[in-house]
């Protein structure tokens, strides 16, 4: 079983639909990372959170640490939301804390 | 202000030859890293640094190879390359405390035939 599970794998939605793409992880962290990487193959930095909720723009971001997970959510989705979104976790712990363990990712479609 | 530069964007290699992927940064951020990602798996680390002189191993480094003698540069080596070593490879850089928010760069396809 993968330390890092993120759902759905695939996500179609149209456009102004409410997202939500989730992330389960079951090691003990001190940050979790979420990230986008477009078609292209570029990938960039949303949110780095470590308790609570981020918000930037359209995305939000939450996590429950008790749980052991994490939401993105995206209002108001737009044909340039669709890319691969990816959750990553920085573990917790001496000479871990450097390393990031990645999900798969959730390849996210948004039409018209 | 570049941010990562990685090269080259594209390569094709044969069995056996070697070669080195490059990645530069201007932002004066302590830890470099090198990932793969491959088809239906996570980026996988390959290799990291701290600082300059300071390497180590992440959870994929047969058959790579790398050094960090400035803060800027931190090349990934392959000696001596593999079909299974055919991968997209991103260079990945962030602060040590504060906001370490990682920064990528655009990533380089390697083909190895």
């Given at each position: 079983?993968?330390?890092?599970?993120?759902?759905p794998q695939n996500l179609t939605a149209q456009e102004g639909e409410f997202i939500t793409i989730?992330?389960?992880?079951?090691?003990?962290?001190?940050?979790?990372?979420?990230?986008?990487?477009?078609p292209g193959g570029g990938i960039v930095s949303l949110f780095m959170l470590s308790s609570g909720?981020?918000?930037?723009?359209?995305?939000?971001a939450t996590i429950n640490i008790q749980e052991k997970h994490s939401s993105l959510h995206i209002t108001a989705s737009h044909?340039?939301?669709?890319?691969?979104?990816?959750?990553?976790?920085?573990?917790?712990?001496?000479?871990t804390a450097s390393k990031l363990t990645f999900g798969t990712g959730t390849r996210l479609q948004v039409t018209l | 202000n570049a941010g990562v530069t990685q090269t080259p964007k594209f390569q094709v290699l044969k069995t056996g030859q070697s070669m080195t992927l490059q990645c530069a940064q201007d932002m004066n951020h302590?830890?470099?890293?090198?990932?793969?990602?491959d088809p239906g798996m996570g980026l996988r680390l390959i290799h990291y640094s701290v600082g300059a002189g300071i390497t180590d191993q992440g959870e994929v480094p047969n058959g790579y190879n790398v050094s960090r003698s400035t803060t800027e540069d931190f090349p990934l080596r392959l000696l001596s390359a593999a079909p299974s070593q055919t991968s997209v490879y991103f260079c990945a850089i962030r602060?040590?405390?504060?906001?370490?928010?990682?920064?990528?760069?655009?990533?380089?396809r390697l083909t190895v035939l």
């Open positions: 079983k993968n330390e890092v599970e993120q759902s989730n992330c389960s992880y079951s090691v003990g962290i001190s940050a979790l990372h979420w990230l986008q990487q477009h909720k981020k918000k930037h723009g359209r995305l939000i044909p340039r939301d669709s890319a691969v979104y990816i959750c990553a976790v920085r573990l917790k712990g001496i000479g | 302590e830890y470099m890293s090198w990932y793969r990602q602060r040590l405390s504060g906001a370490n928010v990682l920064t990528f760069g655009a990533g380089s």
